[in-house]
């Protein structure tokens, strides 16, 4: 019986609880007329917690009976998830009123996914992982249903929900299997008990279900069936949080846990992630092509770029789990601004989501249709953007590590999804517009969040060096 | 004795078990439920931790399974006749399960369980107390997952208060 | 023929369970009528006062009413689910007399040197037993209201079920007070705490909470919503008759007496008796009958809450005040450095 009280290692996520609990009072005491507020305070809240993680850089802290890290990789995920919850947070200001949402209650809800994904990523104990995988689906069921009126939202929900507590189930099942092979749910201790026995099968088994879980959290093949119809009727701002955060936590997790609990069985593990990278990746891409909707799109576009992730996994060691986070924060700056650009072409009365609803749209909005185009490009892997120097780093770790065919489909993938990318991007400039284009006002919070996307799209494209020098120092030990 | 006890409630278990999944009537599926509940309790009390035992009752078979046939009677579904849209899927399911069910038989009796415990052996919890080590254990080792439970609660009730309340 | 260890601990088991409930069963056939004749007295009546009655009480009423209720036809509505109808009953009456497993009636005394203990079982969690059973016992009225298939069935079975769920909640709450002074959920211990301090003195707002919860957990008035016969007939009990209703009709007196018991166990010192007088079984049973004449009091005299006032004040008041009352307590409790 050890009191570890640590709290430093939980500042960042202590922090962004605590602007939940503030938030929820708001809800309750102001006005109605007053809780736009509650907005400031959550963005508030989330960049406290950025600036504490960062405060925690190289401290390399542990805390609870090791049951926490503040390690490099933990930090970096943390930024990356904070980074993407404040710029969905801006991108909701304009979006909760104009859609008439419960302010208080989403903002509070987005809080306390947070919560839950930082939890994620600096656990290293099983117990926690799920409590936080739990903390952080829970409030995202709520916010994939939160348009009550909208029956697909509902539909979303449930999906949702549905699907992630199987998913859930089979984690919990995973752990115990693990824990019944080991003796601990500590992943340090796991690997310990791993390495100085013999080949456990029953750990084993607990790799796979645990393996399931986080495939079903990340979307990969074949556990992917719910992204689209949950992509496509949850609110567009809540889409374009899930779609960037969900992954960067899920990922953490799920490099943590295999690279640090199971490298002992990773020859067993390898080989299988290898042929779910090479299906995701595939049928994604492939499943995008057919897409006329933006949002389906974009759901079958995430699914593929978690196949491009899942290759820095089988590449497995420094240069694997760096490049992930590299690719981890390129992804998220750049999903979450083409998701902001299809927030901006919309307004209260009409979300254009339609691929001819983008005709004409170079001419009516040209800086918007610019910041869709640069994005849609990084997406794409098009030089010099992100996305194209995270596919980079992904596959040369791949290559290094020996997996060199897998490359090779990851490039061969790349090039099949500039064809759909591409598509919006002739629509806005080569088409002429169907309908009239009455001028829309693009909301500041909006086009804040835009030229952030586009700005660090250009920068981690053009001068990838210090980044992914932080990235490859969060290797975990 | 204590064998024939933890093979009986073993075996009213898993008939349980398999009357939640094959009974068609859905609040005889929950019933069969509360059985399960209550025989795990049993088995929980011959690993010596009667406290989850009675929490295990408690709160599975007393509060969370009530709400369960509460929401059954409330919405009176119809007793599943068996047919529907998912019909080529069932055969499909059946071998998946048959398949990772022998697969899991399979491991578990040819695994070799580690035998090393931890310090809280039955000697040690029964001259401390089964709730005194329970609650020792949850206040200091595992403080940090109890207060992440109580978040996680928090926001399933702010959840389902957004998704029920009117307009 | 000496008999083995085991064989005297289960014959001794037996012997006491059969002793239980034999008491209960007479307890609850007698408390009917003092009942009637506690309302009577309120309502300025006489009460029963024909069958087998000598000194103007009618003792073998009971008998006569049980004699009825056994020759009454068994009757089946044509809808119902055979299994849950007839199940329901059952678990109502087993989970009533399940709780009286873990009640110390009396000290220990030895008798030819071998020491018999006035309790079945005397298991370190018996508290949260007392819960778990009583929150079992919600199954006989949910399945009684569903099985009878009838739609005021139905309703007194939803409505009892939300109530019990609700107070169960405040009161395993108020519970909580007298757990943290005393540090031990077997109820012998706490018993054996209270030789001269009741718990009620330190626990007041506790036993006050537990009180009304109690009376709410056996839906008595006013809390008897589940079966107010102006809008339900009789709730979950209306298609019922002869032996099963019978059944039901002893659950809930028996629970009457478990909650009374637990009452007193908790709060008034068990079977302690104030300086010594009298140890012993007696108290337990006067203390249990006080509890008991309070609930037919209440009955006589108050009217009956509405559903909605009855949620609020379950949710509203009694909840947030239980867990006030343990915030103080554990605050006393750190300051005085138990």
């Known amino acids: 019986m050890n009191l570890d009280l640590n709290l430093q290692v939980i500042a960042p996520a202590l922090i962004v609880a605590l602007s939940l609990l503030l938030v929820l009072l708001g809800e309750v005491f102001l006005p109605a007329s007053q809780r736009r507020w509650l907005g400031y305070l959550a963005l508030i809240g989330l960049l406290g917690a950025a600036v504490v993680a960062a405060m925690l850089w190289g401290a390399n802290l542990s805390g609870f009976g090791k049951m926490v890290v503040a390690d490099a990789f933990g930090l970096f995920l943390t930024l990356i998830i904070l980074l993407g919850a404040a710029l969905s947070v801006l991108l909701a200001f304009d979006f909760v009123r104009a859609h008439q949402l419960d302010t208080g209650e989403f903002f509070a809800l987005v809080l306390s996914a947070v919560v839950g994904m930082i939890g994620m990523v600096t656990a290293t104990d099983l117990i926690v992982i799920f409590l936080a995988l739990e903390l952080l689906s829970l409030p995202l069921y709520v916010l994939a249903a939160f348009k009550r009126a909208d029956k697909r939202s509902l539909e979303a929900g ?3 929900f549905l699907l992630g507590a199987f998913a859930s189930a089979f984690f919990l099942y995973g752990i115990a299997f693990v824990f019944g092979g080991t003796g601990t749910t500590n992943l340090g201790r796991i690997a310990a008990v791993l390495g100085a026995s013999p080949r456990s099968d029953v750990a084993l088994v607990g790799m796979g279900l645990l393996g399931v879980g986080f495939a079903f959290k990340v979307a990969l093949v074949p556990f992917h069936w719910w992204t689209p119809d949950v992509y496509e009727g949850a609110p567009t701002v809540v889409t374009a949080f899930m779609s960037v955060a969900v992954k960067a936590a899920a990922f953490g997790a799920f490099f943590r846990v295999f690279l640090v609990a199971l490298p002992e069985l990773a020859a067993d593990w390898r080989a299988l992630l290898a042929v779910i990278a090479v299906l995701t990746m595939t049928l994604g891409n492939v499943a995008a092509l057919l897409q006329s909707n933006v949002k389906r799109m974009l759901a079958y576009s995430s699914i593929a770029h978690a196949g491009y992730i899942l290759i820095a996994l089988v590449a497995m060691g420094v240069n694997g789990a760096g490049s992930a986070l590299f690719y981890l924060l390129a992804y998220t700056l750049t999903n979450l601004g083409a998701f902001g650009a299809v927030i901006a072409l919309s307004d209260g009365t009409r979300e254009r989501l339609e691929l001819n609803d983008f005709a004409g749209v170079a001419k009516a909005q040209p800086l918007v249709a610019a910041a869709l185009t640069i994005l849609l490009l990084s997406l794409a892997g098009f030089p010099p953007f992100a996305g194209f120097t995270g596919k980079f780093f992904i596959f040369g770790a791949a290559v290094e590590s020996g997996w060199a065919w897998l490359a090779v489909i990851g490039v061969l993938n790349s090039l099949i999804s500039a064809y759909f990318y591409l598509r919006p991007v002739v629509q806005m400039y080569m088409v002429e517009p169907a309908g009239g284009w009455n001028r829309l006002r693009v909301a500041p919070f909006v086009a804040f969040v835009l030229a952030i996307a586009v700005i660090g799209v250009l920068a981690l494209g053009i001068v990838p060096a210090p980044v992914i020098a932080l990235a490859s120092g969060g290797f975990l030990k | 004795m204590e064998i024939i006890v933890f093979y009986l409630f073993a075996a009213i278990a898993v008939i349980a078990a398999l009357g939640v999944v094959g009974l068609r009537n859905p609040v005889y599926a929950a019933l069969c439920l509360a059985v399960v509940f209550v025989s795990f309790a049993g088995l929980y009390v011959l690993l010596s931790a009667p406290f989850i035992a009675v929490a295990q009752v408690m709160i599975y078979a007393g509060a969370i399974l009530i709400l369960f046939v509460f929401v059954i009677m409330l919405l009176s579904p119809p007793v599943d006749q068996g047919e529907g849209a998912l019909k080529w899927q069932k055969p499909l399911a ?5 398949a990772l069910a022998v697969q899991l038989v399979l491991v578990l009796a040819l695994a070799v369980l580690p035998s090393a415990r931890g310090s809280l052996t039955p000697e040690v919890i029964a001259q401390r107390g089964d709730v005194q080590v329970v609650g020792a254990a949850l206040f200091s080792d595992y403080l940090l997952p109890f207060e992440m439970t109580s978040l996680l609660l928090l926001v399933a009730i702010v959840g389902v208060i957004v998704l029920a309340k009117k307009r | 023929m000496t008999l083995e260890p085991w064989l005297i601990t289960v014959i001794e088991a037996l012997i006491k369970v059969l002793v239980v409930i034999v008491v209960l069963l007479t307890g609850f056939a007698y408390l009917t009528l003092v009942e009637r ?14 069958v087998g009655a000598a000194g103007g009480i009618a003792w073998l009423q009971p008998i006569a009413d049980a004699v009825k209720m056994i020759m009454k036809e068994d009757f089946w509505p044509a809808q119902a689910d055979k299994v849950t109808y007839t199940l329901a009953p059952g678990i109502a009456v087993a989970t009533a007399l399940l709780a009286w497993a873990v009640i110390p009636l009396n000290p220990a005394i030895t008798v030819f040197g071998y020491t018999i203990n006035f309790y079945i079982a005397d298991v370190n969690v018996a508290l949260l037993f007392l819960l778990a059973v009583g929150s079992l016992g919600i199954y006989g009225i949910v399945l009684g209201g569903w099985g009878s298939n009838n739609k005021y069935s139905m309703l007194g079975a939803l409505r009892s079920t939300a109530q019990m769920i609700s107070y169960e909640i405040s009161l395993g709450l108020a519970l909580v007070g007298v757990l943290m002074i005393s540090g031990s959920l077997s109820l012998v211990k706490i018993v054996e705490q209270q030789s001269f301090w009741w718990f009620v003195f330190f626990q007041p707002v506790g036993f006050v909470i537990y009180f009304i919860a109690a009376v709410a957990e056996v839906n008595r008035l006013p809390f008897d919503l589940p079966e107010a016969e102006t809008e339900l007939v009789a709730g979950y009990q209306t298609e019922y008759s002869s032996l099963k209703f019978a059944l039901f009709y002893m659950a809930e007196y028996i629970n009457m007496i478990t909650v009374s018991a637990i009452a007193s166990t908790m ?4 079977y302690q008796g104030p300086f ?19 609930m037919m009091w209440m009955r006589g005299t108050l009217p009956r809450f509405r559903y909605d006032q009855l949620m609020r004040f379950g949710w509203k008041v009694l909840l947030p005040l239980a ?9 006393v409790l750190v300051l005085i450095g138990k």
């Open chain 3, 37 to 50: 004749y506690v309302v009577a007295k309120i309502q300025s009546r006489v009460g029963p006062n024909r």
């Open chain 1, 158 to 160: 449930l999906k949702y």
């Open chain 2, 94 to 98: 059946l071998g998946f399960v048959g």
């Open chain 3, 323 to 331: 867990l006030a009352n343990i915030f103080v307590t554990a605050v």
């Open chain 3, 267 to 270: 709060f008034l010192g068990g």
């Open chain 3, 276 to 294: 010594g007088i009298l140890p012993g079984a007696h108290w337990l049973i006067l203390k249990i009958l006080f509890f008991i004449f309070v």
